[in-house]
C-alpha cells in the first residue's frame, strides 16, 4: 500500500535558523513527489514536483531534494512569512491518485 | 484566470441529514479530487475524476459518501446521513493530468462542515 510519513510533526525556528523537512515515501512505483504549503483557512498551494532520485528544485529559501526512499525540503534562513503547514504528497505510476502525508507545522519566530 | 471555487464555504447541519458540497474546477481542467482534512490532519483522498473514465472512488470512507461529475465540469459530493464523525473541511482540487509524469492539483479554500 503506498504510504507517506513526514517529520518532524511541527518545528520551531528562530528567523535565519535552517532546517530540513522530510518525508518518507513507499510507492509502487513513482509518477511524482510534490511538496504544498498550506496556510491556515486556506487550500494547499504547489511548491515543487520531483520524479526521479537524484533530482533537485529550489525556490526563494526552499530546495528541495529526493531519493528512492525519501524527499527533503531544506529551507535556508526561514523569515516568519515562511510559517506554514508543507505537506508532501505521491502519486503512483498506473494512476493519479494522491496519497498526502500528515505535513509539519513550521513555525518561525523573528 | 478564476481558481477553484468550492461552495458553501460553511456548512452546518444536525445529524442525520445529507449535505451536498460543490466544486466548481479551473476551466479546461480534466481531472477533479476530493479531500478531507480533519483539525491538525492531512489530506485524506476521498475520490478523482479523470475525464470520461470511471472514477476512482477507492478512498470513500463509506456508501454515504457518493459524487459526481457533471459535463466533466462541475462536481458535487453527497454525504447521506452525516455523522458527527464527517466534522471536517472537504477540499477540491483540479488538474490538467497528462498522460506521464506527475500533476499539479489547484486546490480550493474548502468547505467547513460541521455535525452537530
Known amino acids: 500500500e503506498d504510504q507517506v510519513t513526514q517529520s518532524p510533526e511541527a518545528l520551531r525556528l528562530q528567523e535565519g535558523e535552517s532546517s530540513s523537512l522530510n518525508c518518507s515515501y513507499t510507492?509502487?512505483?513513482?509518477?511524482?513527489l510534490f511538496w504544498y504549503r498550506q496556510d491556515p483557512g486556506k487550500g494547499p498551494e504547489f511548491l515543487f514536483t520531483?520524479?526521479?532520485a537524484g533530482e533537485e528544485k529550489e525556490k526563494e529559501r526552499l530546495k528541495a531534494t529526493l531519493t528512492k526512499k525519501e524527499s527533503f525540503l531544506h529551507i535556508t534562513a526561514p523569515k516568519p512569512e515562511d510559517s506554514a503547514t508543507y505537506l508532501c504528497?505521491?502519486?503512483?505510476?498506473?494512476?493519479?491518485?494522491?496519497?498526502f502525508g500528515a505535513g509539519t507545522r513550521l513555525f518561525v519566530k523573528a | 484566470g478564476a481558481g477553484v471555487s468550492q461552495s458553501p464555504s460553511n456548512k452546518v447541519t444536525e445529524k442525520g441529514k445529507d449535505v451536498e458540497l460543490r466544486c466548481d474546477p479551473i476551466?479546461?481542467?480534466?481531472?477533479l479530487y476530493w479531500y478531507r482534512q480533519s483539525l491538525g490532519q492531512g489530506l485524506e483522498f476521498l475520490i478523482y475524476?479523470?475525464?470520461?473514465?470511471?472514477?476512482?472512488k477507492s478512498g470513500l470512507p463509506s456508501d454515504r459518501f457518493s459524487a459526481e461529475r457533471t459535463g466533466g465540469s462541475v462536481s458535487t459530493l453527497t454525504i447521506q446521513r452525516t455523522q458527527q464523525e464527517d466534522s471536517a473541511v472537504y477540499l477540491c482540487?483540479?488538474?490538467?493530468?497528462?498522460?506521464?509524469?506527475?500533476?499539479?492539483?489547484?486546490f480550493g479554500a474548502g468547505t467547513r462542515l460541521s455535525v452537530l
Open positions: 482540487a483540479s488538474s490538467l493530468n497528462a498522460p506521464t509524469g506527475g500533476n499539479i492539483q489547484y
Open positions: 510507492v509502487s512505483g513513482l509518477r511524482g
Open positions: 520531483l520524479y526521479s
Open positions: 504528497a505521491v502519486q503512483a505510476t498506473g494512476g493519479f491518485k494522491t496519497i
Open positions: 476551466s479546461g481542467h480534466t481531472a
Open positions: 475524476f479523470q475525464g470520461n473514465s470511471a472514477p476512482d
